[in-house]
């Protein structure tokens, strides 16, 4: 069995839950962590706070103790910054494939679904944070504009989990993950 560390980064509203929670319905071998919700848990909001340090090292912590009893980690976080990212995707446990999922959202479509929450400028917000992934990190594009493009990304996300091939042979992944 393959051990996955895949860490889902993207705006708020660009479908990270909802992809989350459905790889783990789906895969009882997959364990879902969430940084709003630990933070949540600590200090009551959701919102970045006090001691980020705290809420990423338990984040971490917790993630190498599920990959040593062999069970793949979802990271449910909008990571905006490639510091972040490095953190989360990186682990000493042994025979782990790290794979960082961007969800890839339409501005407009980001907002009416923020809107639709009750939350206003949330996309603004992080654009001024958010940082394109940088470096030799494994990545999947993972387009949700709608619940078409959702279930297409959907379904060669859980291809590339399943493959017996390696999937990050440029061959694989031209085919399969284009980069835009």
Not at 88 to 115: A, D, F, S, W, Y
Request: proline share 3%.
């Amino acid at each position: 069995m393959q051990l996955w560390n895949l860490v889902l980064s993207g705006y708020p509203g660009s479908g990270k839950t909802v992809l989350a929670r459905r790889l783990i319905s789906e895969n009882h071998d997959f364990v879902r962590l969430n940084v709003d919700e630990l933070r949540s848990m600590y200090f009551g909001d959701a919102q970045q706070i006090r001691d980020e340090e705290l809420v990423y090292n338990t984040i971490t912590t917790l993630r190498d103790s599920i990959l040593r009893s062999r069970r793949s980690v979802v990271i449910d976080s909008t990571a905006p910054r490639n510091s972040t990212r490095h953190i989360l995707l990186n682990t000493k446990v042994q025979g782990v494939t790290p794979l960082l999922v961007v969800m890839i959202v339409e501005k407009n479509e980001l907002e009416g679904r923020n809107r639709e929450r009750g939350i206003r400028g949330a996309a603004a917000a992080w654009d001024r944070v958010w940082e394109n992934p940088m470096g030799q990190v494994q990545m999947l594009n993972f387009r949700n504009n709608s619940i078409a493009e959702f279930e297409t990304s959907y379904y060669l996300l859980t291809e590339l989990l399943a493959s017996e091939v390696h999937p990050f042979k440029r061959k694989f992944l031209k085919h399969i993950y284009p980069r835009n």
